[in-house]
């Protein structure tokens, strides 16, 4: 499926922390970072409807997510992994390969927990990748 650009109604970003709500005593262990799955919204800019089915499928197989935390030891360099300065932050869009994090919801939203050097893309929005 190829994607597409989506209409949104705000900033997903707005959306996910709207929905998360309070995380400030939620605390990122080691080097794990925790992401939101970004949910595609009805309508792409196209004028296309995406049905709830196909929209379920991010659950399964979304690959885009914005950061909302990260563990101390994400992105630090040691021994054994050299990170080059690379590094995230909470609210930036991420890729990710299904496979590599774990799902976990808080709050209600579908997060997904992933190591930091599983985290493959930085991207400048959620709906261009899928």
């Known amino acids: 499926m190829p994607q597409r650009a989506m209409v949104h109604e705000e900033d997903p970003r707005d959306t996910i922390w709207n929905a998360i709500g309070d995380i400030?005593?939620?605390?990122?262990?080691?080097?794990d970072v925790l992401i939101a799955v970004y949910m595609r919204p009805e309508k792409t800019q196209t004028g296309i409807i995406l049905t709830d089915q196909t929209r379920r499928e991010d659950e399964h197989q979304g690959k885009a997510g914005m950061v909302l935390k990260k563990g101390p030891l994400a992105f630090v360099s040691d021994d054994n992994y050299d990170f080059k300065d690379m590094n995230v932050e909470p609210g930036q869009w991420i890729a990710i390969?299904?496979?590599?994090?774990?799902?976990?919801?808080?709050?209600?939203?579908?997060?997904r927990m992933v190591e930091d050097r599983w985290l493959r893309?930085?991207?400048?929005?959620?709906?261009?990748?899928?």
Request: hydrophobic share 40%; glycine share 6%.
């Open 24 to 31: 400030s005593e939620v605390e990122v262990m080691h080097n």
């Open 97 to 111: 390969w299904v496979s590599d994090g774990r799902k976990i919801n808080i709050n209600g939203v579908l997060c």
């Open 121 to 130: 893309l930085k991207i400048p929005r959620p709906d261009m990748v899928y």
